[in-house]
């Protein structure tokens, strides 16, 4: 899961909104779209982005990253209950 800053959190996004746009991310695959989206933090982590700062990522990757963790919540509720 992200540590999205507060600035950047999306409350009012739904699941359904959420797997629309990780499937988009992953052309039609919700598990590829996770991964895009893990991958994109990674090559930020790693200085291969274009982005400066974490506040930059966040700017163009917001919406992405709040989907992926509601989608990260749903599957977590799915393999592991509602611990």
Not at 1 to 10: E, G
Not at 26 to 37: C, F, N, R, V
Not at 38 to 64: I, M, P, R
């Amino acid at each position: 899961m992200f540590r999205i800053p507060n600035f950047h959190k999306l409350p009012d996004l739904t699941l359904n909104e959420a797997v629309k746009i990780i499937k988009f991310e992953g052309k039609g695959d919700l598990l590829k779209g996770m991964h895009h989206i893990d991958a994109q933090w990674d090559k930020h982590v790693n200085e291969t982005s274009l982005f400066d700062s974490d506040n930059e990522f966040f700017d163009n990757y917001g919406l992405e990253v709040n989907a992926y963790n509601i989608i990260f919540k749903g599957m977590n509720k799915l393999f592991n209950g509602d611990k």
